[in-house]
């Protein structure tokens, strides 16, 4: 990031102690009124000046959601949620009908995501720093799209880039086509949920041919009180082209539990390829109690719909109370590729059950999962990973690699890899290892005059490597260093 | 420079603590090299970590100052900021850290320490590029991970590498000549030597004497069962050779 915005970054740091980001944006904020009905559907529908279509889509949803289970396999345990104790549309009062121009916007937002360290001024970002390529921005904030930038620069490429609301409103026959159709409502529970009342989100289309001549990044922020945040993203890569998307959020520091609940559906046609990065650092709760800290209950699922189509999910997961998700890829066409790689982490009393699924339909299709679990204090990280190789599949491959690294003895690291496989050509290979942090590697750094805690985030950080080298440049140094701080305090 | 007297340690075993170190005075002036020769399992080792601060060892009697400064409080990145360096006999393997970043951070984690300002990117190569060039260290090995795959040669010249890199004021080499042939032995001793100065001091750890045909050291001690048992010149490096450690090991037994 700019000196400005590490700057910034360190000023925030002094403000609300180890989570860099858990301070509260004072804004004036219009909500909806508390609890889920079908009610509150239609006022979030009408707030958005949604058609009909999309409303019916939600009601459809609200009720199946109404029905169905709470999904229970997951290592994680929590009690149960009260979906009438939550609020699922907040909007800062300025935000009006929705994305404007940046001179526009609120100077209180501008303000928060300056701190955060998030460039959005597009002429400071292009006079500014010169040695870093410009990253387009989509700022959600609580349950609005409040910016986005580079748009007229993209629009020229051909790129669509603007909020999954004003998608609704000006690209209807895209969004019809393809919204549910990689994660229908009744995915699951949470999926369903998020159908019936998302709120805002991303929306991308890059047209036959195009590489898109920029990063581009959507950024969340859960600011409200008792607020879910249910954001919609919706990738279509459409033939031979090719996209880097990268996600980030944070929340502020909360004693109550806030609920997050997204889904991301990406579609990738013949020869394109959709690079989606997510740096996920929402508030993980009080380091000692547990107490407070974001759900994060999020399903993420690519189809590679056309030939040679490719896909390659990198997540870094730092933050949350507990973290449920398992960004996969469907593999229909043939010879397409699907990628995962993972690194979470769990500290104090944090709990994360995080995977893939590759489900491999087309032929020569294939795919590459590596997952590095670290896991510290008193928290627990589960890998959950499913290969599933479909008949047709004729010469599928995949290899699976998941690294457990423990930090001190109070944690837990749990692997569970599921392999299903009905073609007799298929080949797959799986190798899994768990270790404890080396009391040789960190008195080798310290003794060389590396604290404990920087020796700590230096082993980590090798030890996730294979991973990390694979996020966007522009965010993997920021990402170094989220790893150093969610690591703190557990060496010593 | 560095004082250490009446040092006692040991390490927690399954039968309870074991003292290992019994009893060590020794004294480093400033520009000296001393040497210590002793048998396998005498306690060389331990006492190299001992005075780098590792935990798994417990200090139960006697003191250390490096210059003054009492070395038995600090943190081992504290005794590190404060001068004190070790190569270490087995040096450590660290995956996806490579050795650039690692020199880096460690670097500008002592100058930090040191009140200094941190070197920036260009500087730090810089700096790099000329220690390797000096110590006949090829540029790439800078982009490998710390120590993974380096034959026995290249791990101890990485060791003086860093010991180069950090401007410390007493070195603690630990068997560095063991496994090396008589080429990559040089290239370590002429790397030693090109550090010797009035201001910097040397503690050398060795089995055989091989070494201090390269380095001389001004003084020789004998380290038998955690004590020290002889101390003299250079000579008596000479003596071990042809006679062995046995007249030792019954000694103290
Ligand atoms: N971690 C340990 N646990 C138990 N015994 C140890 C440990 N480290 C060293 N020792 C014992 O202490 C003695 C001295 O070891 P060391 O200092 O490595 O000797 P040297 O370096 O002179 O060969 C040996 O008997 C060794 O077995
Ligand atoms: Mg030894």
């Given amino acids: 990031m700019s000196s400005v915005s590490k700057e910034t970054i360190a000023t925030v740091a002094d403000m609300a ?70 609020y699922y549309y907040a909007a800062p009062k300025s935000a009006g009908d929705g994305p404007k121009s940046l001179d526009d916007v609120d100077p209180k937002l501008l303000e928060t ?15 500014g720093v010169q040695n870093r390529t410009p990253v387009a921005v989509d700022v959600v904030f ?27 409103k000006n ?27 998302f709120t805002d989100g991303s929306f ?27 954001e919609r993203t919706l990738i279509i890569a459409d033939k031979g082209s090719y996209v880097s998307y990268l996600e980030g959020c944070t929340a502020p520091m909360r004693d109550e539990n806030q609920l997050h609940a997204a889904v991301v559906e990406l579609i990738v046609h013949d020869d394109a390829e959709i690079k989606y990065s997510t740096v996920q650092n929402w508030y993980p709760g009080d380091f000692e109690t547990g107490q407070g800290g974001v759900y994060n209950f999020v399903t993420k699922r ?85 290969v599933k190789i479909l008949p047709k599949a004729e010469g599928a491959r995949n290899f699976t690699q998941c690294d457990s690294l423990l930090i001190g003895d109070h944690c837990g690291a749990h692997t569970v890899p599921y392999i299903e496989s009905r073609n007799k050509s298929a080949r797959l290979e799986h190798e899994a290892t768990t270790s404890k942090i080396s009391e040789d590697q960190l008195f080798y750094c310290t003794q060389r005059g590396i604290d404990e805690e920087e020796a700590l985030a230096l082993i980590v950080n090798g030890f996730a490597r294979e991973v990390m080298q694979h996020l966007p440049m522009e965010f993997a140094v920021e990402a170094q260093k989220l790893v150093g701080i969610s690591l703190e305090g557990s060496v010593g | 420079m560095l004082h250490i007297e009446d040092l006692h340690a040991s390490i927690e075993t399954d039968d309870g603590a074991r003292e290992i170190l019994k009893g060590i005075s020794l004294d480093v002036p400033a520009g000296q090299v ?45 005794r590190a900021a404060a001068g004190l360096f070790l190569a270490f006999q087995y040096p450590v393997e ?132 955690g004590k020290i048992v002889k101390t003299g010149g250079p000579e008596l490096a000479k003596e071990l050779e042809a006679t062995g450690y046995a007249e030792f090991l019954d000694e103290v037994a």
Avoid at chain 1, 33 to 39: N, R
Avoid at chain 2, 61 to 72: A, F
Avoid at chain 2, 115 to 128: C, Q
């Fill in chain 1, 17 to 86: 102690g180890r989570y860099e980001a858990g301070f509260v944006t004072d804004i004036e904020t219009e909500k909806a009124p508390k609890g889920l009905s079908e009610d509150i559907v239609r006022f979030i529908s009408g707030k958005k000046g949604e058609p009909d279509w999309m409303l019916g889509w939600r009601l459809k949803a609200y009720r199946k959601w109404l029905e169905m289970p709470e999904p229970e396999w997951a290592k994680v345990d929590f009690p149960p949620l009260d979906y009438q104790d939550a």
């Fill in chain 1, 113 to 127: 995501y300056e701190k955060l360290g998030i460039p959005l001024r597009e002429q400071e970002i292009l006079a």
């Fill in chain 1, 142 to 168: 609580d349950s609005v799209s409040v910016a986005t930038t580079f748009k007229e620069k993209l629009k020229e490429a051909g790129v669509i880039f603007c909020s999954i609301s004003e998608a609704i």
């Fill in chain 1, 171 to 197: 690209h209807p026959d895209l969004v019809q086509k393809y919204m549910g159709s990689v994660v229908p409502p009744g995915d699951n529970k949470h999926a369903c949920l998020n159908s019936a009342v």
């Fill in chain 1, 204 to 230: 991308v289309y890059i047209p036959p041919g195009v590489r898109c001549p920029m990063e581009l990044s959507t950024y969340f922020r859960i600011n409200e009180l008792n607020t879910g945040q249910f």
């Fill in chain 1, 302 to 386: 690519a189809l590679c719909e056309g030939r040679n189509a490719k896909v390659s999910w990198t997540q870094v997961e730092t933050g949350s109370a507990i973290t449920w998700k398992y960004p996969s890829c469907i593999l229909k066409g043939d010879n397409s590729q699907g990628e995962f790689y993972s690194v979470a982490i769990t500290n104090g009393r944090q709990q994360a059950d995080t995977g893939t699924k590759m489900i491999h339909i087309g032929k020569n299709t294939k795919s590459r999962i590596i997952s590095k679990g670290i896991s510290a204090g008193r928290s627990n990280n589960t890998y959950r990973g499913l």
């Fill in chain 2, 34 to 78: 001393h040497a210590i020769m002793g048998p396998n399992g005498s306690g060389k080792s331990t006492l190299s970590y001992v005075l780098a601060g590792r935990e798994d060892y417990e200090v139960t009697g006697g003191t250390v100052e490096l210059d003054g400064i009492d070395l038995l409080d600090l943190e081992p990145e504290e």
């Fill in chain 2, 94 to 225: 660290i995956p996806g850290v490579n050795m650039s970043t690692f020199l880096k951070t460690a670097i500008n984690s002592i100058r930090k320490q040191r009140g200094a300002d941190e070197l920036d990117a260009l500087a730090m190569l810089k700096r790099i590029k000329a220690a390797c060039a000096r110590l006949g260290i090829a540029d790439d090995m800078m982009k490998r991970s710390v120590n993974v795959g380096f034959s026995g040669g290249e791990k101890k010249r990485n060791e003086v590498l860093q010991m180069a890199m950090l401007e410390p004021k007493f070195c603690v080499l630990d068997e560095t000549d063991s496994g090396l042939d008589i080429d990559a032995l040089k290239v370590v001793a002429d790397g030693v030597n090109a550090m010797r100065s009035p201001d910097r001091s040397f503690l050398v750890i060795t089995h055989y004497q091989r070494l201090l045909d390269y380095i001389r050291p001004d003084v020789v001690h004998v380290l038998a069962k």
